[in-house]
C-alpha cells in the first residue's frame, strides 16, 4: 500500500492551522505543523515533505523570505502553495516568480483547498522541470532570469503574461515555450475568443495558445478569455498572453477588466528592453548576420570593427533617445553637434572604413551635415563587406580638408 503523501502547513495561526489540517488528514494525507518560520526551517532541514503551505504573513520572518532562503540553498525541491488573508497581487506574483506554485487567499474555501493542494501535489510528483531557451534575445542576466521565471510558471501550469515593450520579443518567447509537434494557435485578434471559444481550446489542445497584445482586446474579447482560463488544465494547454502596454493604467482607466488582470498578473514575465542589456548586442548582430548571408547565400563575414561599430551607434542612439520627448530647439541642436562629433571620431578611427569615405565625412563636418545614426553595410569593389555611415548633405563630390562644404553657412564658417 502507498504510503500518503506529507503535508506540512506553515502558519502562526492555531486555528488555520487545526482547520486545514483536519480537512487534509480527512482526505488521506499526512500532516505536519510548524508555527513560525524558524519551525519550518528545522523541519525542512530534517526531511522533504510532498507539500508546503506557507503563510506570507508570520511575526518571526514572513513566507515569501522563507521561500527565497530555500531557493537560495537548494532546498525548494518540493512544490509550495502560499497562504494569505490579505496578500496583494505584487507579492504572489514575488511569490510566484522565486518558486511557489500557487497562491491561496484566505479564508480558504473547502473545494478551493482541495484542487490547489490535488494540482501542486501532481506539479511536484517527480517530473523533469522543462527547460526554456531565450538565447535568441540574447544570454545576459537579465534575460536568464526571464528564463527562469517562466520555468516555474509551466511547473504550476499557469497562464504566462509576457510583458515589455514592443519589440522586447513576445513572440520569439512564446516560441521558445512551445514544445514542438505540438499545436501553436497564434490569435491575430479577439475575434475568435468571442465567437467560438471552446473550439479555440480544442485547436490548441496539448499544445499552446497565443494571444498577442491582449491590451488592444474589446471587453467581449477579455471577457472570452477570463471563459478560457478554468479550461486550459483539462485541455493540457499553455496560454501566452503579452502586452506592451501598462494592463494596470488600462484597468485604472475602465478599458481592462480588473479581475482578469488579477487572473493573469500571477503569471507576468518581463522581458528586457535591449538598453538594459547591452551585452547581448554583438552576439545578436552576429547571429543576425549569419542569418542573413545564410539566405542570400552568400559567403560574407563581418570584421569584428564593424560589430564593434554597430553596438557604438546603437549605444549612442539609445543615450541620445532619453529624454526624446522633450522637443525644446536648444537641446535638438546641441543633440545634433554631439552626434556629429561622435560620428567623426569614429569614422577617423574605423578599421575597415576606406580613407576616401572616412575623409568625405569629415569634410561634411562646416556644413553641418548630420550623419545617420545607423551602420549601413555595403559591398565594396573586393566582396568584402564594410559598413558605413550616410551623409544627409545635398554636396556630390567630396571637397579637399581644406576646402569648407558649399553647404556651410557664413555663421558657421566664422565659428571655426
Known amino acids: 500500500m502507498a504510503q500518503p503523501q506529507e503535508i506540512l502547513i506553515v502558519d502562526d495561526e492555531v486555528g488555520i492551522r487545526e482547520l486545514l489540517s483536519e480537512i487534509l488528514q480527512d482526505e488521506g494525507y499526512r500532516v505536519s505543523l510548524a508555527e513560525n518560520a524558524g519551525e519550518a526551517r528545522s523541519y525542512r532541514a530534517r526531511s522533504q515533505p510532498a507539500l508546503v503551505l506557507l503563510d506570507i504573513w508570520m511575526p518571526d520572518t514572513d513566507g515569501v523570505t522563507l521561500l527565497r532562503e530555500w531557493a537560495a540553498g537548494g532546498q525548494l525541491t518540493m512544490p509550495v502553495v502560499m497562504m494569505s488573508g490579505h ?11 522565486i518558486g511557489a506554485v500557487d497562491f491561496l487567499e484566505k479564508p480558504v474555501g473547502l473545494q478551493k483547498l482541495l484542487a490547489t493542494v490535488t494540482r501542486a501535489l501532481k506539479t511536484g510528483a517527480g517530473q523533469t522541470p522543462r527547460r526554456v531557451s531565450l538565447a535568441a534575445l540574447g544570454t545576459s542576466t537579465p534575460v ?78 477579455q471577457k472570452g478569455l477570463a471563459f478560457l482560463l478554468p479550461k486550459l488544465e483539462k485541455h493540457n494547454t499553455i496560454l501566452v ?14 478599458r481592462f477588466d480588473a479581475a482578469l488582470l488579477a487572473s493573469l498578473s500571477v503569471g507576468a514575465v518581463m522581458l528586457p528592453p535591449l538598453r538594459e542589456r547591452r551585452e547581448d548586442i554583438p552576439a ?38 532619453q529624454g526624446a520627448e522633450q522637443h525644446e530647439p536648444g537641446r535638438r541642436a546641441r543633440r545634433t553637434r554631439a552626434h556629429a562629433s561622435v560620428s567623426q571620431a569614429q569614422a577617423a578611427e574605423h578599421p575597415i572604413l576606406p580613407a576616401a569615405r572616412r575623409g568625405r565625412l569629415l569634410e561634411h563636418r562646416g556644413c553641418g551635415a548630420r550623419p545617420s545614426r545607423r551602420l549601413i553595410p555595403v559591398i565594396d569593389g573586393s566582396r568584402r563587406w564594410s559598413s558605413r555611415r550616410s551623409v544627409s548633405c545635398s554636396a556630390t563630390s567630396a571637397p579637399a580638408r ?7 553657412s557664413p555663421a558657421r564658417m566664422a565659428s571655426r
Not at 245 to 254: K, T
Not at 306 to 311: D, G, H, N, R
Not at 402 to 408: D, F, G, K, R
Open 402 to 408: 581644406s576646402t569648407p562644404c558649399a553647404n556651410a
Open 87 to 97: 496578500g496583494t497581487i505584487e507579492t504572489a506574483v514575488e511569490a510566484t516568480k
Open 144 to 221: 536568464i532570469e526571464a528564463e527562469r521565471a517562466i520555468e516555474q510558471l509551466l511547473r504550476a501550469t499557469r497562464p504566462i503574461l509576457l510583458v515589455g515593450e514592443s519589440g522586447t520579443g513576445h513572440e520569439l518567447a512564446a516560441r521558445a515555450i512551445h514544445v514542438p509537434d505540438t499545436p501553436f494557435v497564434a490569435l491575430q485578434n479577439g475575434s475568435r475568443l468571442v465567437s467560438n471559444p471552446m473550439q479555440l481550446l480544442e485547436d490548441a489542445r496539448d499544445g499552446l495558445l497565443y494571444c498577442g497584445e491582449i491590451g488592444g482586446y474589446s471587453r467581449a474579447e
Open 241 to 254: 498572453c503579452t502586452s506592451s502596454e501598462q494592463l494596470a493604467n488600462l484597468a485604472a482607466d475602465g
Open 284 to 321: 545578436l548582430v552576429d547571429r543576425y548576420w549569419r542569418e542573413i548571408s545564410a539566405s542570400q547565400r552568400t559567403q560574407a563575414t563581418m570584421h569584428d570593427g564593424a560589430v564593434s561599430a554597430l553596438a557604438a551607434a546603437y549605444l549612442l542612439r539609445a543615450a541620445a533617445g
